[in-house]
């Protein structure tokens, strides 16, 4: 790996783990990454950081997600990650609208326990995962400006200094084609987001992966100072790979006088990896997520190979 150093519903379904064991095994490989899925049905998606719990190199409680599309696959999983021990991974039964291909998810902030996911098409649920269990509250909610053919990937959720929360979404982008990403304000309210009226929209694309089918935001977090982190893949459309990811301080989330979010993301030209990962290191980072101070955590879905996440630092 080379690094750059720059910077409740009147019909219940339930999902329960049918394919996707939990991973088990002796703690994480010499190069850092931890095993937390078993083959194409174990892959991270998305992750969110639990509210409150304490995080530190090698330690942290995460909520995931597993684009699986089938009526007894998983769709949630806890992460429990210690140093010195294996994962402990808990596939989690979904209770409510089952989605198909969840791609994204971040907590709600200020709401232990509460976390919004999003699917592929662009379906967002507000689901709360507590006693073992994911529960959905009320139906999907499109995203704001959601077309047909549309591919989503990336969703993060800020609150700033006035207690105001905003979404931020993104488009997975396809070669040629960019991203698109999105922001507008939101109200998690008891049965689902409520999305405002979008203010801010801006076309993104990188420069690495550079080859293959390159998706430019694989996921999408904002950090606290309003800073906008990125991943991009490369896919080969092989279930083995090699895969190739990178991940980018993208720019800037604001909010301006009249209360409305303004994005500013850096031109492909001016963007340089904070981490870079080749097709050496064949991963494919679907989901990252960030914790108060130096600590980041990146997640894969490397489909045969299942999904694996691995810690690191964002100090400047």
Request: glycine share 12%; net charge negative.
């Amino acid at each position: 790996m080379i690094r750059h150093a720059v910077i409740a519903s009147a019909t219940v379904l339930c999902a329960f783990l049918a394919a996707a064991p939990p991973a088990t095994g002796a703690p994480g490989p010499s190069d850092g990454w931890q095993r937390v899925g078993s083959g194409t049905l174990g892959g991270v998606s998305g992750m969110a950081l639990v509210e409150g719990a304490p995080v530190a190199q090698g330690l942290a409680d995460a909520v995931v997600v597993r684009d699986n599309q089938g009526d007894r696959e998983s769709r949630v999983a806890t992460l429990r990650l210690r140093p010195g021990h294996a994962p402990a991974v808990r596939e989690l039964p979904w209770f409510g609208v089952l989605p198909a291909g969840l791609e994204a998810l971040d907590a709600v902030p200020g709401r232990p326990g509460h976390y919004i996911a999003v699917a592929g098409r662009g379906e967002a649920y507000h689901i709360v995962v507590a006693d073992g269990r994911a529960v959905a509250l009320g139906g999907p909610v499109a995203l704001p400006g959601r077309h047909d053919g549309d591919s989503y990937e990336g969703f993060a959720l800020y609150r700033d200094r006035s207690g105001r929360t905003f979404a931020v979404w993104a488009t997975r982008g396809s070669g040629p084609r960019p991203a698109v990403v999105r922001a507008a304000s939101v109200r998690v309210g008891a049965y689902g987001p409520e999305f405002g009226t979008v203010t801010a929209r801006q076309e993104f694309a990188v420069p690495f992966p550079n080859e293959d089918e390159v998706r430019h935001a694989s996921d999408l977090k904002v950090l606290s100072d309003g800073t906008v982190m990125v991943s991009s893949v490369s896919d080969p459309q092989v279930d083995d790979g090699p895969f190739a990811s990178a991940i980018y301080e993208a720019g800037r989330l604001t909010v301006n006088v009249a209360h409305d979010a303004v994005l500013r993301l850096k031109p492909k030209n001016d963007l340089v990896p904070f981490a870079l990962f080749t097709k050496r290191d064949n991963r494919k980072i679907e989901a990252i997520a960030f914790a108060p101070g130096s600590q980041a955590v990146w997640g894969t879905d490397d489909e045969n190979d299942g999904g694996s996440v691995e810690f690191d630092r964002v100090g400047r």
